[in-house]
């Protein structure tokens, strides 16, 4: 009788549109305000962290990419979500080169979660706990290196303010703006510098400066359309949940105070929203990456990162 033998083979999509990001959150988050609401504490845990480590932005940026991203793919639990953002910053550190001991990171993320009487035995739980969510959230990832891997947000605000000389107050606002954008879905939706020239452009209307000076093909080789369309997707978090923001804490003194109606005027002024193409609904419920829960228990599991080597496994198995 002969054996056989399971195995998957996944192409990796580091980012998603908003119709496939949402159609995964189905099946992982039961309940969208839960998750939401727990996203805020975990970016404020996270930052917490960083700032006792003495981490750069761009440690904590990944970290919030690897917890959304964990979360298309796996159950949102409550009472597991800080031990996953413990990992993911684990994994980001060692992704952006800012390396930490493990023991330094998993010791403060209890104590910062109170548990006071930390003893061996919990601390070496906690680590082997940490260390399976890792290859969880590389699985989420599909091991794609790529992701975070170069430049990052706050990285290239700088350098498009460099290049283009914009002032360096609209560059320190952006930089406020996309801490922010750590909340929101976007930042698996596209990669920073398209991030980075929308959170610049909402600077530049903050301070009511006219004539946009740069065309985003030219500056990072991106259609105008999705940077406009990352661009209505903050403001319309700063529109709907103004009082969840953080930039209204950290506004620069020469910024005059900002509210709701700061940000329903900017998004009049821009004119009428496009969006940018997204994947059809009746296409995303047929998408098995998306759909199908992952089998963990599968022996085999392979990410490729190019849809060649997709095509020349599939051409193999037809000639078998």
Request: charged share 25%; glycine share 2%.
């Amino acid at each position: 009788m002969p054996s056989s033998f399971e195995s998957q083979l996944f192409l990796s999509r580091p980012y998603l549109t908003k119709n496939q990001i949402m159609c995964a959150q189905r099946n992982t988050i039961t309940d969208r305000r839960t998750y939401n609401q727990k996203k805020l504490g975990i970016l404020n845990f996270l930052s917490e962290l960083c700032i006792k480590l003495e981490l750069p932005r761009k440690t904590l940026e990944t970290a919030m990419y690897f917890y959304q991203r964990y979360h298309l793919f796996n159950s949102f639990e409550t009472e597991l979500c800080y031990t996953v953002a413990t990992s993911c910053l684990v994994l980001s550190c060692k992704q952006v080169e800012t390396v930490k001991k493990v023991n330094e990171i998993a010791i403060l993320s209890l104590q910062i979660r109170n548990m006071i009487k930390i003893n061996p035995n919990i601390l070496e739980s906690f680590k082997k706990r940490l260390y399976q969510i890792e290859l969880r959230i590389l699985e989420s990832c599909n091991f794609d290196y790529r992701i975070n891997n170069n430049v990052y947000i706050d990285e290239y605000i700088i350098k498009i303010g460099k290049t283009y000389s914009f002032d360096f107050k609209v560059c320190s606002l952006a930089w406020c703006i996309a801490y922010d954008v750590l909340k929101l879905d976007v930042i698996l939706m596209v990669p920073p510098p398209i991030i980075a020239l929308a959170t610049i452009k909402i600077a530049y209307e903050l301070y009511n400066l006219k004539h946009w000076p740069l065309n985003s093909h030219e500056a990072i080789g991106a259609d105008e359309v999705i940077v406009d369309d990352i661009m209505f997707h903050i403001i319309d978090f700063y529109i709907n949940a103004f009082d969840l923001c953080d930039l209204k804490y950290n506004l620069p003194a020469d910024l005059d105070p900002i509210s709701v109606e700061t940000f329903i005027q900017i998004k009049s002024q821009l004119g009428p929203e496009v969006n940018s193409e997204d994947v059809p609904n009746n296409y995303v419920k047929y998408d098995i990456f998306l759909n199908k829960p992952r089998q963990y228990s599968v022996q085999e599991r392979r990410y490729v990162l190019s849809s060649k080597f997709l095509k020349e496994e599939l051409e193999s198995l037809q000639n078998v």
